[in-house]
């Protein structure tokens, strides 16, 4: 059940994200770019798509669990560090060059897959290269008794 | 001016509002069955370890699927680049490593984390959107736009 919850999901967000326009790299640099050609497009879905899940939050709080697993993920709320920040620059460097980013870039896929491959793969590698590096760093300190 | 300037597009409010409802839909569904969080760089991430992969597979299936559906009904959602393609490498790895770096993307910092005030997510949403103002500032605005 949680499988097809997941899929159920994903489908929704993504039929969100291509209704919205923000499959459009070309939408999302005009809200970028504020001047006489600013498209506040993408600040209505984010607040529309913040609002309704503070609603989900909201309601999840009166259950015990979820419905379909046996707990609710442990989610960070502190700790902003240069690990953080840094990361978010190098995010909105990239996507502020071409106007792509994950969520689009997966909604995109099957539309058009020439050039959004071209950005998913790379993608796919920074974020799987940085997961490996942090395993193989933890792995090494286990190795020599230090604990990360 | 560095890159070219995109073509222009229109202001869309009822579309953004019914389709980013939807997207909050589909990221409280994943919450209130799954009790997971719908970011999309941490789903994807998570695909090259085991654990909890049949939901993120499943996950991602479901996005490629609403594309899948839309292709075959011929629906065609607007899909304009503006700048040479080879730049969506670079940008890709970018995106990539940094959504890694921060513990979030779009999704799971700027909506998810957003809607339950997390500071953490505030603190990433303000950088990555602050950064990509002053991207497309320097890259396509100054001497193009005005």
């Known amino acids: ?148 | 001016m560095l890159l070219p300037v995109p073509p222009a597009t229109s202001f869309t409010p009822v579309f953004s509002l019914f389709g980013g409802a939807l997207i909050g839909l589909g990221a409280a569904t994943l919450w209130i069955g799954n009790g997971r969080v719908a970011g999309v760089s941490g789903v994807l991430g998570g695909l090259i370890e085991p654990k909890e992969r049949d939901w993120k597979l499943a996950f991602v299936a479901g996005m490629l699927l609403t594309g899948l559906i839309a292709r075959v009904l011929g629906i065609d959602p607007s899909f304009q680049l503006s700048g040479p393609r080879l730049l969506l490498v670079p940008a890709g790895l970018l995106v990539g490593l940094g959504a890694a770096l921060a513990g979030g993307c779009g999704s799971g910092h700027g909506i998810c984390g957003l809607s339950r005030l997390s500071p953490r997510s505030i603190a990433a949403t303000a950088t990555f959107m602050g950064v990509a103002f002053v991207a497309v500032f320097i890259t396509r605005v100054i001497g193009g736009m005005f």
């Open chain 1, 1 to 148: 059940m949680r499988v097809l919850i997941a899929l159920i999901a994903g489908a929704l967000f993504s039929a969100g994200l291509l209704i919205s326009g923000m499959g459009d790299p070309a939408k999302l640099l005009n809200f970028l770019s504020v001047g006489p050609r600013w498209d506040p497009s993408v600040a209505v879905v984010m607040s529309a798509g913040a609002a309704v899940m503070a609603l989900g939050f909201l309601t999840a709080r009166s259950l015990r669990k979820p419905l379909f697993t046996d707990a609710f993920a442990v989610l960070p709320r502190h700790g902003i560090n240069l690990r953080l920040v840094g990361g978010a620059a190098m995010f909105g460097l990239g996507w502020g060059l071409m106007g792509l980013c994950p969520g689009p870039a997966v909604a995109d896929l099957v539309l058009h897959p020439g050039p959004v491959g071209l950005f998913i793969v790379p993608m796919i590698i920074g974020i799987w290269g940085y997961r490996l590096f942090n395993k193989s760093k933890s792995a090494a300190a286990a190795r020599v008794g230090v604990s990360v």
